[in-house]
């Protein structure tokens, strides 16, 4: 069984709307949504969801107020800036308060608090799943608003989405990974088979673009690069796709600026779905020659 | 209170653009002879600098406190190690430290009954500072195959210039990056666009910001007909500050790493519109 890996660096290049159509491609795939603060897949897939798990990770500092001295101490060793002065409801004396947007959850104020006021409950930062769709077992996840530990998310869905295809005899896992170069790119990436960057030809594509292939590099993964949109800049789409070969990426395809791609996702379908069949069969050439680069079967058309 | 405002740019899906509105936010101040300083907290890919082309006069190294332990002071008791809610310690015959694992929180070294420990700052990125024109610049680069995101985030906003408007260009998501970039701006400005991911992902980013009490807008860009954006806005009283049309040329002047209003006068009014909009919700 191969993982393979869509990520794109900057976001809004096209991503999730190829993972989808690549989803409706493989005959015999596990799908992954590793974009779990901003999953959009299943936006396409109209997944079933069959399980649902609670993601717990991590804790957080709680100050009980009533028995807060207003000592400081803890506001004094955070080094978040996530703890600050209030006021007690009731007497008005001053104590302090956590601010659970930036605590870090490291319990350095519960453990150093002399009268021992702070609470360290663990969070349930969001929830995960296992669905079906009618291509095939989705593995996704939803982050709660501002809840830390996406990379550790990043990591369950992709552990689950392996188990889900061992059970169900799948020879491959597709990823959809999340936009950037830091902690949850980091975990969709480990270890999988090969990665595909989707790009597009602007400056900004082009610059994010170096900035993924040195991840990639980093983690020796096989990357393979495809430009979407390539026709808003033909031009840097050829520089893009000099530098990726010179960073030891295969560019597999380009596929072109289109509205029937806003089209298909208003409608709910992938682009192989809804057509036109011209920017569909790009997208076909896209995924047969990733596949191709990493000697992986290419799936019979039905 | 600083004495001039913060606006933080943020978006639930990535591509939308943040980038975009940003600097010609920043372009139109200038016109309005303000003050103003572009700051990039979208450190793992930040593009401003492809359109501002600053002139950088300084380049700062951002770190995080990770501890060293002293072995000849050490009593192995491990301490440390039980402490650390990032298992960047394991206790073997002598604490061993995982540096990319510590979130530099400090514990391990309040716990040491010996004081063996001291800490050491080990770089995750860059701040950079400098000028494009007039406009005062900002940004971080985080080292690639870095985590730990937020520290440099809040590196580059130490850097602000406050009788300068700030304008913050936020990283895409939900997550504890948006959460360190918003943090303490005067205003919030989500720049969506009118597609279900556009429209799922402000859902997301709404219910993450606004616990955080800051005041919110937004912008729908490529704005079309379908105005599934806007009637969500409405549902949840959200001011929809402008709507951007969709027009090709807008994406193929972005292709070039040019400003729009170079090209297509037409534009520069709609971004005395936007800031008029936000301007009047400060």
């Known amino acids: 069984m191969k993982e393979l890996v869509v990520i794109s660096g900057k976001g809004g290049t096209g991503k999730t709307s190829l993972t989808a159509s690549f989803a409706a491609l493989a005959r015999n795939a596990v799908v992954a949504d590793g974009d779990v603060d901003a999953a959009d897949l299943h936006l396409l897939l109209a997944p079933d969801v069959r399980r649902r798990e609670e993601f717990r990770s991590g804790h957080a500092a709680v100050v009980r107020a009533d028995d807060c001295v207003g000592c400081g101490r803890c506001a004094a060793l955070c080094r978040f800036e996530a703890i600050a002065p209030a006021t007690r409801p009731g007497d008005g004396a001053r104590v302090f308060a956590v601010d659970p947007s930036a605590c870090e959850g490291c319990g350095v104020c519960v453990w150093n608090c002399p009268v021992r006021a702070i609470d360290f409950p663990e969070q349930v930062c969001g929830e995960w799943f296992v669905s079906g769709t009618r291509f095939g077992p989705l593995v996704h996840a939803r982050l709660h608003p501002g809840a830390e530990n996406s990379g550790k998310l990043v990591s369950l869905v992709r552990e689950q989405a392996r188990a889900t295809a061992q059970q169900e005899r799948r020879d491959l896992v597709i990823v959809d990974g999340p936009p950037g170069t830091g902690c949850p790119v980091i975990a969709a990436l480990t270890g999988a088979a090969g990665v595909l960057i989707v790009t597009e030809p602007t400056v900004s594509g082009a610059h994010d673009l170096a900035r993924v292939l040195e991840l990639a590099n980093h983690f020796k993964i096989p990357a393979a690069v495809c430009i979407n949109k390539w026709d808003l800049n033909p031009e840097q789409a050829d520089g893009i796709e000099t530098a990726a070969r010179a960073a030891g990426a295969a560019p597999v395809g380009r596929v072109r600026y289109d509205k029937a791609a806003t089209r298909a996702q208003r409608q709910g379908l992938t682009v192989v779905e809804a057509g036109p069949d011209s920017l569909a069969d790009e997208i076909r050439a896209v995924w047969r020659r990733w596949l191709e680069t990493l000697a992986i079967p290419v799936p019979e058309a039905p | 209170m600083s004495a001039a405002p913060s606006i933080a740019i943020a978006s639930g899906k990535g591509g939308t653009g943040k980038t975009t509105v940003a600097i010609h936010l920043a372009a139109t101040l200038l016109f309005h002879r303000r003050s103003v300083q ?54 073997l015959k002598k604490p061993l430290v995982f540096p990319e694992l510590c979130h530099g929180c400090g514990a391990c070294a309040l716990v040491c009954p010996v004081g063996a420990i001291r800490e050491t700052p080990r770089a995750v990125g860059v701040a950079e500072t400098g000028r494009a024109g007039c406009i005062a610049f900002a940004q971080g680069r985080l080292n690639v195959g870095e985590p730990m995101a937020p520290p440099l985030i809040r590196a580059v906003k130490a850097r602000r210039d406050p009788e300068a408007v700030a304008l913050y260009d936020s990283p895409p998501g939900t997550s504890c990056s948006v959460v360190a970039t918003v943090r303490g701006a005067d205003f919030v400005v989500l720049v969506t666009e009118p597609t279900p991911f556009g429209l799922h992902d402000l859902d997301l980013a709404v219910a993450t910001l606004r616990p955080m009490g800051r005041p919110l807008g937004v912008v729908v860009n490529r704005a079309d007909e379908d105005r599934r954006v806007q009637d969500y806005c409405q549902a949840e009283n959200l001011p929809v500050l402008a ?34 909009r936000i301007e009047e919700r400060l």
């Open chain 2, 38 to 91: 572009y700051l990039d907290c979208d450190v793992e890919e930040p593009n401003g600098h492809l359109f501002l082309k600053p002139k950088i006069d300084a380049v700062e190294s951002v770190g995080i406190p990770v501890p060293v332990v002293d072995a000849a002071r050490c009593i192995a008791c491990g301490k440390c190690a039980g402490v650390c809610e990032f298992n960047a310690i394991a206790m």
């Open chain 2, 243 to 276: 709507e951007l049309p969709d027009d090709r040329r807008v994406a193929e002047t972005y292709a070039r790493g040019e400003l729009l209003f170079d090209r297509l006068p037409d534009w520069r009014g709609r971004f005395e519109d936007l800031w008029a």
